[in-house]
């Protein structure tokens, strides 16, 4: 009978990772204190849409983006980026300029995310989530260690059966019927995993609720005649041109640009 002792290990695990992961995503999804009221999607600048839907990473893209759209970057499908116009427009335009060699030539993820971790996207994030548009970096981390924790407990529970299944199963038992049990903190865990998943696509990682919103209403009205909208709210799938979205990727995937003469 020792896999009763299992089972309830498992059950508690799956529980508190869950009621954890609950409690997070609660929090998350609660209104800033004192936010103000929510402005008009098109009240949103395409950096702040950006951010919304992706995060920094996402905002140091669709710099990138517009610099090559007005033909102050050209970025390579071999994933280098080489600067044609040396002044930037606004704050994100200067770090993505700032993080050029003196031969005004770097790869595109070195870019990428030096303008992720600049100073302007912190000033962006904060100003979203005093209005209550962007979810708070605090409660991010809440939900990331709840999906971790529920993952977890998931696989704890995987290897609370497996163990269950090597010892005697005892009178009345079969380990069919050992596993049967195990199976409902295994669909336990698992269908709180999947509604995480569901409810984390596409924006709620970074945006609130009410964030959220305004994305669904800018991607409704403004994607299919805007592509730098597009990129903002959806990423660099969208772009068309295969050389850019080759130029983009690099470093998505763990995968960099070569060295040059290498």
């Given amino acids: 009978m020792f896999w009763v002792l299992f ?31 929510a402005p008009h999607h098109d009240e949103l600048s395409l950096y702040e849409a950006a951010y919304l839907a992706g995060g ?49 030539q770097s790869p595109v993820p070195d870019l990428r995310s030096t303008a992720a971790a600049d100073e302007a996207v912190r000033a962006l994030a904060d100003r979203l989530g005093e ?6 970096a605090g409660s991010r981390r809440g939900v990331a260690d709840g999906v971790r924790a529920v993952r977890g407990a998931t696989l704890l529970v995987l290897a609370m059966a497996a163990a269950s ?35 984390a696509h596409p924006y709620s990682r970074w945006a609130s609720p009410a964030g959220q919103r305004l994305l669904v209403a800018l991607d409704r009205e403004r994607s299919h005649r805007d592509s730098l909208t597009a990129v903002a709210v959806r990423g660099v799938r969208v772009v068309s041109d295969p050389g850019l979205r080759a130029a983009l990727g690099y470093g998505n995937r763990g995968w960099f640009p070569r060295q040059r003469g290498h």
């Fill in 56 to 104: 920094p990473g996402r905002v140091a893209e669709l710099t990138l983006l517009s610099m090559q759209r007005r033909r102050r970057l050209l970025l390579a499908h071999t994933g280098w980026a080489t600067v044609v116009d040396p002044v930037g427009h606004d704050a994100h335009e200067w770090s993505v300029l700032g993080a050029f060699g003196s031969d005004g």
């Fill in 131 to 136: 209005a209550g548009l962007a979810v708070p």
């Fill in 165 to 199: 299944v090597t010892l005697p199963a005892g009178a009345g038992m079969t380990h069919a019927m050992i596993l049967a049990w195990f199976s409902l903190p295994l669909i336990l865990g698992a269908s709180c995993l999947a509604i995480a998943r569901f409810e």
């Fill in 7 to 37: 089972l309830l290990v498992s059950w508690a695990g799956v529980l508190w990772s869950c009621t954890l992961l609950l409690a997070a995503a609660t929090r998350a999804a609660e209104p800033a204190t004192g936010a103000a009221t």
